[in-house]
C-alpha cells in the first residue's frame, strides 16, 4: 500500500510563495500520476494539478501560471510550488495517486495524504 504525506503547509501572505511537499512510500511512485487537490471550506474537493511519471504536468485554470508541480522520483516525493498566492487559494491541499496516466477525477485516485492547511492571510 502506498502511503503520502503532506508537508509544507501553513499560513502566507498574499502574493507570497509556499512549496508543499508529498512524501510517498512503495518502489513504484515513479509509475503513478500524482495529482494535488485542495478543498476549501464549503467547497467540493477541486482538482489543483498533476503530474505524470514522466514529467508531464496540467493545472486547473485557477493556478495555471502560478503554480509548478514537480516530482523527485529518487525521492519518492512530488512538489507543489504556490507562488503569487491568493485568498482563493486558502485550502486544505490533499496529494494523490493515480495510476491513470492522466486524470483529473477525484474516483480515479486510489491513494490520499492526509492534507496540509493552506492560509493565505491579507
Known amino acids: 500500500q502506498v502511503q503520502l504525506v503532506e508537508s509544507g503547509g501553513g499560513s502566507v501572505q498574499a502574493g507570497g510563495s509556499l512549496r508543499l511537499s508529498c512524501a510517498a512510500s512503495?518502489?513504484?511512485?515513479?509509475?503513478?500520476?500524482m495529482g494535488w487537490f485542495r478543498q476549501a471550506p464549503g467547497k467540493e474537493r477541486e482538482f489543483v494539478g498533476r503530474?505524470?511519471?514522466?514529467?508531464?504536468?496540467y493545472y486547473a485554470d485557477s493556478v495555471k501560471g502560478r503554480f509548478t508541480i514537480s516530482r523527485d522520483n529518487a525521492k519518492n516525493t512530488v512538489y507543489l510550488q504556490m507562488n503569487s498566492v491568493n485568498a482563493e487559494d486558502t485550502a486544505v491541499y490533499f496529494c494523490?495517486?493515480?495510476?491513470?496516466?492522466?486524470?483529473?477525477?477525484?474516483?480515479?485516485?486510489?491513494?490520499w495524504g492526509q492534507g496540509t492547511q493552506v492560509t493565505v492571510s491579507s
Open positions: 494523490a495517486a493515480t495510476s491513470h496516466f492522466q486524470s483529473s477525477q477525484i474516483y480515479d485516485y486510489v491513494y
Open positions: 503530474i505524470s511519471w514522466s514529467g508531464t504536468t
Open positions: 512503495g518502489r513504484t511512485f515513479s509509475s503513478y500520476t
